[in-house]
């Protein structure tokens, strides 16, 4: 149970939007930016992973706390937050080769930036941590990879679940993470929130929603979620659908987690349609096999942390 949740928080964790450039290890700057002070111990028995919403931002940057940051992860989860690992099928070629104890081990580093730091600074100064209290190194690649490329069954027509989003049309901004939240109460009017929710209904079906997405984050996030519960191949989903602007869209399907792809056209045996099947009926969309670009970053050297 608790590798369970290791890889879904590492997993969620990778859902995070809006990639930027990462300095690798061996391009540090002379005095990169760092924590004010920080603390990393051996979590306490039985620890869970906690303090990491600020971390999974799903679409825009949200800020991390002010003041004192208290976070309990194994070391993979740091390293996929430190080294920006945005896209599910970075995700493999990046943790397979890590050291197991990167992934059964939790670990509770307590830091504090110095002033108002943003996300991006935040990265940064825990990237510098790995690599004064790791000993992380890292190269960076892009290599040539199987994805899978989301397009629209028939140009130009759209599935009954998804529309333009309209000009002028608010949502609220998400303070949390990309998680599961709780389903909306029956015959409720919140304002929808920005981004992405996540909950499973009564009868077991999950809900995906998106709300003023591209669809080249759309992509992302579908991949990235039908990785972790719609029984896709962990591999990075991109657009092949043409459309511009951003989109509302919703997604009900019958969760896989750990499951084999779905066939094409499959339905679930409980009634409940596969990710696949949920994409071509309220999407339009199917996903194709396809090969491009994928950045890699290859874990150099790691070790266990050096004593407070």
Same mark, same amino acid.
């Given at each position: 149970? !608790? @590798? ?19 300095? *690798? ?15 990393? $111990? ?15 931002? #799903? !679409? =825009? ?5 002010? #003041? ?27 943790? %397979?080769?890590?050291? %197991?104890?990167?992934? +059964? $081990? ?11 730091? +943003? ?45 333009? &989003?309209? /000009?002028?049309? *608010? ?9 599961? +939240? ?5 015959? +409720? &009017? ?9 909950? $499973? ?6 809900? @995906?929603?998106?709300?003023? /997405? ?6 992302? @996030?579908? =991949? =990235? ?9 962990? $591999?990075?989903?991109?657009? #092949? ?9 919703? @997604? ?39 090969? #491009?670009?994928?950045? !890699?970053?290859? !874990? ?9």
């Amino acid at each position: 149970m !608790i @590798l369970s949740n290791i890889r879904t928080a590492a997993c969620l964790i990778a859902l995070s939007m809006l990639p930027g450039t990462v300095a *690798t290890a061996d391009a540090q700057e002379s005095k990169p930016l760092a924590f004010q002070t920080a603390s990393v $111990r051996p979590a306490a028995p039985g620890a869970r992973p906690e303090g990491l919403d600020w971390m999974l931002p #799903g !679409i =825009g940057k949200v800020p991390p706390p002010p #003041g004192l940051l208290t976070m309990t992860a194994p070391a993979a989860a740091f390293l996929t937050f430190a080294l920006n690992i945005s896209e599910i099928g970075q995700m493999n070629p990046t943790m %397979d080769k890590l050291p %197991d104890w990167t992934r +059964s $081990r939790m670990y509770t580093i307590v830091a504090r930036p110095e002033g108002s730091a +943003s996300l991006e600074e935040v990265r940064t100064m825990t990237r510098t941590l790995l690599i004064e209290r790791f000993a992380l190194k890292t190269h960076e690649d892009s290599k040539e990879m199987a994805v899978n490329k989301l397009v629209l069954i028939k140009p130009g027509v759209l599935g009954p679940q998804i529309k333009p &989003h309209a /000009v002028g049309e *608010t949502c609220v901004p998400q303070t949390g993470g990309v998680k599961f +939240s709780k389903a909306p109460e029956p015959g +409720s &009017h919140e304002t929808p929130k920005c981004g992405l929710t996540l909950y $499973r209904l009564p009868d077991g079906i999950f809900h @995906l929603g998106l709300v003023d /997405v591209s669809m080249a984050d759309a992509s992302k @996030l579908i =991949g =990235g979620v039908g990785g972790m519960a719609g029984g896709l191949a962990l $591999r990075s989903t991109v657009d #092949g659908t043409g459309l511009t602007g951003t989109y509302d869209m919703s @997604l009900e399907f019958h969760p896989e987690i750990g499951g084999p792809s779905a066939a094409p056209g499959a339905e679930d045996a409980g009634g409940g349609p596969t990710l696949t099947k949920a994409l071509e009926k309220q999407l339009g969309m199917k996903l194709e096999k396809s090969t #491009g670009s994928v950045r !890699i970053i290859t !874990i150099d050297n790691i070790a266990e942390p050096t004593a407070d």
